[in-house]
């Protein structure tokens, strides 16, 4: 039977799965360095190990009021189109399999995020999984804006 592995994570009260072959890691916050003129929902970039990332704040990215960290907060650094890019979510809550028989195509809109960032809704006994499509969760611009990131006057100390 065809599954698929999900990272599942929390925003607000809604539950998320990423698929497990895009998750590079998981880490606690970290420091972020603001950069100047980006949109608000881009935090800044972090530096991992020597490699410069940019974190974005998914609770702002899908219009959902932003909140401070707590000690459930995480950044998901997840493999989009090639490069690296940090996602802000309250809570990394565990990893499961759900078969893709559990699995439902998009609505056209749900929580009020767009059907593009959806790849579908998943169906485990009584909860939903909202399931992203990352490479979609950054339009075009924005992922050319993220790589044109002023990474030159990041120190690489961690």
């Known amino acids: 039977m065809e599954e698929r592995q999900l990272v599942v994570f929390r925003l607000h009260n809604e539950e998320f799965g990423v698929e497990i072959t895009d998750v590079r890691e998981i880490v606690k916050p970290r420091h972020i360095t603001r950069l100047p003129h980006v949109e ?3 935090e800044g970039v972090t530096n991992l190990r020597g490699e410069v990332i ?3 704040c998914l ?3 899908f219009g959902i009021e932003a909140q401070e960290n707590t000690q459930d907060t995480r950044i998901i650094i997840l493999e989009v189109n090639d490069s690296m890019v940090g996602f802000v979510v309250d809570a990394v809550t565990e990893t499961l399999r759900l ?5 439902e195509p998009p609505p056209s809109s749900i ?3 767009r059907a ?3 790849a579908g809704v998943g169906q485990l006994e009584d909860r939903l999984l909202i399931l992203l499509e990352v490479d979609k969760i950054l ?3 924005e992922k050319i804006q993220l790589q044109s990131l002023p990474t030159d006057d990041l120190s690489v100390a961690e």
């Open 111 to 113: 929580a009020g995020l």
């Open 54 to 56: 940019p974190v974005i």
């Open 59 to 61: 609770r702002k990215r």
């Open 139 to 141: 339009t075009s611009e």
């Open 40 to 42: 608000d929902y881009i």
């Open 99 to 103: 078969p893709e028989s559990a699995i």
């Open 116 to 118: 593009d960032y959806l």
